[in-house]
Every structure is written in C-alpha cells, then in structure tokens.
C-alpha cells in the first residue's frame, strides 16, 4: 500500500465521503468497487451500524481489496473497526456482472466511479436501472464518470459528455440532484474530477 492510498483510506476518503452524504449506520453499495479506495473509507464511517457491499467481478481484485481492508484494521486496531466485517465482497456471476444480487430498496448510498467507460449504452442502462431497484426512496447514487469526452476520453464513454451521462441516468427514473468539482482519488494518485448525484424519489 503507498504512502498516497494509506493517507486516502485512512483520512482523506473518509472526508470525501462525508462530505458528499455518507453517514454512520448507512448501508453503501460501491459498484466496480476495484481495490477498495472508497470501499475502505466507507466502511469506516459506516461503522459496524452500517454495512458496505464491494461489487466487482475480478475475485483476484476483490481478495486484494480483503487484504488491504484487513491491512488498515492492524494499522489501527485500537479503534477496532472491524472493517473486514463491514464490508461484504460481492462477486457475480461470470456473465451476470449487471445483475446485483441484493434485496429491492435497502441501500442508502451506491457509489460508481471511474467504471462507466467498461459498459456500452444498454450496459450502463441496465446497471442505472440494478441501483434504483436496490436503493431505498430518497437514496443517493453518486457518479464519478472518468474518462467522458471532456476527461481523459476513452472507450464507451469517449463521446459523451456530463449532460448526456445525467440525461442517460435520469431516464431511468432518477432526478439530478447536483454537479461537484472535488478532490479525488483515481487510480494510485490524488486529482479533481466531477461528481454527479442524483436522488431515488
């Protein structure tokens, strides 16, 4: 873990977090979870009142981010986080990485960040549509979209702006709540990306 991660997982994420809504006791949702950059931190806040489901289809990526979890709970065991606990890995189906194996409407907060650019139109429907059943009325999806027309182009979402993306999101069924210029964490490093939330009614 470098010196850059250890300081997100254990400081800044957390900050990140609750400052775009995370709350102790939450049950969260990051989808395309990766290695855990904002799975950790949101476990954390969550506490053991709470419960952060890590989805992501790689089991290699997911046992890494286990291990950093249980990394960050020696580092600081006297606050016994418990964060192994916390957090439940969810790895689908091969083939049904779309489909969340969760109940409808139990999730207060989904997270999906830096992920979209993987998925084509009708994937990123379908994934929009998965959140909106398992969120709860009045929870919040938040968005990092990484790698759209205006930020690093790349793959599905190299033609598609911001509005095309909250277009593509509120079509389903959700309403736009708010658009965040924040510091962030992507890949190894620190940068400022945008944030879309939007709001289950």
């Known amino acids: 873990m470098t010196n850059e991660v250890k300081k997100w997982i254990n400081k800044d994420g957390i900050t990140f977090l609750s400052k775009i809504g995370i709350k102790k006791g939450f049950v969260v949702v990051d989808f395309g979870s990766g290695h855990g950059h904002y799975t950790i931190p949101a476990a954390k806040i969550v506490s053991m009142k709470g419960k952060v489901y890590a989805i992501e289809k790689d089991k290699n990526t997911l046992r890494k981010l286990m291990e950093t979890a249980e990394e960050a709970e020696e580092e600081e065991e006297e606050e016994e986080e418990g964060l192994s606990k916390i957090i439940i890995p969810i790895s689908p189906e091969k083939g049904d990485f779309l489909r969340i ?43 990092y979209p990484k790698h759209n ?39 190894e490093g620190y940068e400022t990306g945008n944030i879309l939330e939007f709001k289950k009614y």
């Open 149 to 187: 027309k205006d930020d690093w182009p790349l793959w599905n979402l190299a033609d598609l702006d911001l509005e095309d993306i909250t277009q593509e999101i509120t079509e389903i069924g959700f309403i736009f709540k708010r658009k965040d210029n924040m510091e962030l964490f992507h890949d």
């Open 101 to 143: 194996n969760l109940d409808d409407e139990i999730v207060d907060y989904a997270l999906i960040y830096d992920i979209l650019h993987y998925f084509t139109k009708s994937e990123r429907k379908e994934v929009y549509r998965e959140i909106h059943r398992i969120l709860k009325n009045g929870g919040i999806l938040s968005v």
